[in-house]
């Protein structure tokens, strides 16, 4: 094999993951963070194997990251702001005097697990945590680049406004970004993962609460008699949705916060390989389905 073939044949190893991604799970369907991911993962192993190694994240550490709507990175993106309520009340205020909000800055952290933010040996020693700890490694991490990025008074002040700040957290010094500097910074972040679950069914839990809320502020001006002759949701049904959708929590494989529950349109690697209707047995037989 040539060395001008090897990118051309990891391209169609990464079109064949992805497009395997999507037909596998059609309500999630492509997005863009996935690029990333499957990317890494085959730098290390073959193609199957990365797809069934992305089908594993996706479901376990990144769930909903990639479903419409983005739930639970919004979800995730008030976790952070909590987190930095308590462990860095200076940035905190900081970002909210200027009305930031973590989802500005984050998505390309979290989504694509800082693959296209740090350099590549932070990003293997980042990923070797990840898989072992599960997605506290995220916030860890994000909190660690929020302090090496306007976590001194001084670089505060030369950010009076949205834009030098965001400017800043995304223009980090690439030095500091090493594994010999970036790594011991992350070794004095301590975070429990009890309380990352505390802090994430509290936002959860507000979230039901609004969702309800705004339900029942709903049927105010709903008119009770159906027209034209359809029949119309409960208020109680349309408030129970909502506060379904905002029940996920993270789950972890050794209950240590190792991931997110899987949803129910989403089987687990396992049950793919046991359901015989499907009989997915590599990515050939997948990429037989249309698109």
Not at 79 to 107: G, R, V
Not at 168 to 174: M, Y
Not at 225 to 252: F, I, K, Y
Not at 274 to 286: A, E, F, R, W
Request: aromatic share 8%.
């Amino acid at each position: 094999m040539s060395t001008r073939s090897i990118p051309y044949v990891k391209q169609r190893e990464l079109f064949r993951v992805l497009k395997s991604y999507a037909l596998l799970f059609p309500r999630d369907g492509y997005c863009q963070g996935q690029a990333p991911l499957a990317a890494t993962l085959l730098m290390h192993m073959p193609a199957e194997h990365a797809f069934w190694c992305l089908v594993a994240m996706c479901e376990r550490y990144l769930t909903r990251y990639f479903a419409p709507g983005l739930h639970q990175l919004q979800v995730d993106s008030e976790i952070l702001m909590a987190l930095l309520k308590k462990t860095d009340y200076a940035i905190y205020k900081h970002l909210k005097s200027q009305q930031i909000t973590p989802l500005l800055f984050m998505t390309d952290w979290f989504m694509c697990v800082y693959s296209r933010t740090l350099p590549w040996e932070s990003v293997l020693r980042i990923w070797d945590s990840f898989f072992f700890d599960g997605p506290k490694v995220l916030f860890v991490v994000a909190i660690t680049l929020m302090r090496i990025s306007v976590g001194s008074a001084k670089i505060r002040k030369e950010c009076p406004s949205l834009y030098e700040t965001i400017s800043r957290i995304r223009n980090i010094d690439p030095e500091e970004l090493i594994p010999q500097h970036l790594l011991p910074r992350l070794r004095k972040l301590h975070l429990e993962s009890t309380e990352l679950r505390r802090v994430n069914q509290k936002i959860l839990l507000k979230r039901k609460k609004e969702a309800a809320a705004n339900a029942a502020a709903s049927t105010k001006n709903t008119p009770t008699a159906p027209r034209n002759g359809l029949t119309q949701t409960p208020p109680s049904a349309q408030a129970s949705s909502l506060s379904t959708s905002s029940s996920s929590v993270h789950q972890s494989p050794n209950n240590n916060l190792g991931g997110y529950g899987a949803l129910p349109h989403h089987p687990t690697v396992q049950q793919i390989q046991q359901q015989p209707p499907l009989k997915v047995h590599g990515l050939g037989q997948l990429l037989e389905t249309p698109l």
